[in-house]
């Protein structure tokens, strides 16, 4: 409603249509050709905003340009912190092929998620089938996240495998003193390789995996994302999304 009020008309042509912003929920980026643009329409996005309740953090607005200018944004008089990457849904954006920096911040994030299932990969008394799904579903999707837009070198594929077989050899109990090759150990894990591999658009033989939406239709039916809306029914539902 905010942004249908503000009827913002700075931007950028995009197949002959104007692209004045991007925006999911209270995460918005506003684009425009000119920083004075920027400015205007940055301000104006402010009041209507104050109007309907709500304020503007700005601490966190921040801006980027990718051309050379001097120019300062304010906002209520305020300048706004000009900055040379920002995180936006989780991913490190820059104006420059960072991708060194985005792997390296995808495998702290991946090192982090690891340490929360800490004591689940570490238990000996766990199943590796129970540790591999884990791994799978929640490790390497943090690890892997925003993979397409990569443009990996030798390097930087290099750091994700040193950091999966690390991790690996964790599960696992085995020291690098051991010396059991990686080879080994992944026969031994058989967790998925960390290395994003673009479809064939091929469907591979056999019974496809199933989703976790899978699980839940089978047993709630077609209806479950409605049904959780109502916790009750949804707790009785429980079985049908626990895995």
Request: proline letters at 1%; one cysteine or more.
């Amino acid at each position: 409603m905010i942004f249908r009020k503000a009827d913002l008309e700075h931007g950028l042509n995009v197949d002959g249509e104007t692209l004045t912003n991007l925006r999911f929920a209270d995460d918005v980026a506003i684009v425009t050709e000119k920083v004075e643009n920027m400015e205007e329409q940055l301000n104006v996005l402010n009041n209507i905003s104050l109007e309907s309740g709500l304020k503007m953090h700005k601490g966190k607005t921040k801006y980027m340009n990718n051309f050379e200018s001097n120019k300062d944004i304010t906002l209520d008089k305020e300048k706004i912190e000009k900055v040379e990457s920002y995180i936006y849904f989780g991913q490190t954006t820059y104006l420059k092929d960072t991708t060194k920096e985005e792997v390296t911040c995808r495998i702290r994030a991946g090192w982090s998620c690891f340490g929360r299932n800490r004591e689940l990969f570490l238990d000996d008394k766990m199943p590796i089938s129970l540790k591999r799904q884990v791994y799978d579903q929640c490790v390497l999707p943090t690890g892997t996240y925003g993979c397409q837009t990569w443009s990996l070198t030798k390097a930087t594929t290099q750091k994700l495998r040193v950091a999966q077989i690390a991790m690996e050899r964790k599960i696992l109990g085995i020291k690098l003193a051991d010396r059991v090759k990686c080879s080994e150990i992944r026969k031994r894990t058989q967790i998925q390789d960390i290395e994003w591999q673009p479809r064939n658009g091929k469907r591979s033989r056999g019974r496809q995996a199933r989703r976790w939406r899978d699980v839940i239709v089978k047993t709630t039916g077609n209806t479950w994302s409605r049904d959780a809306r109502d916790r009750d029914e949804w707790r009785r539902d429980a079985e049908g999304y626990i895995l």
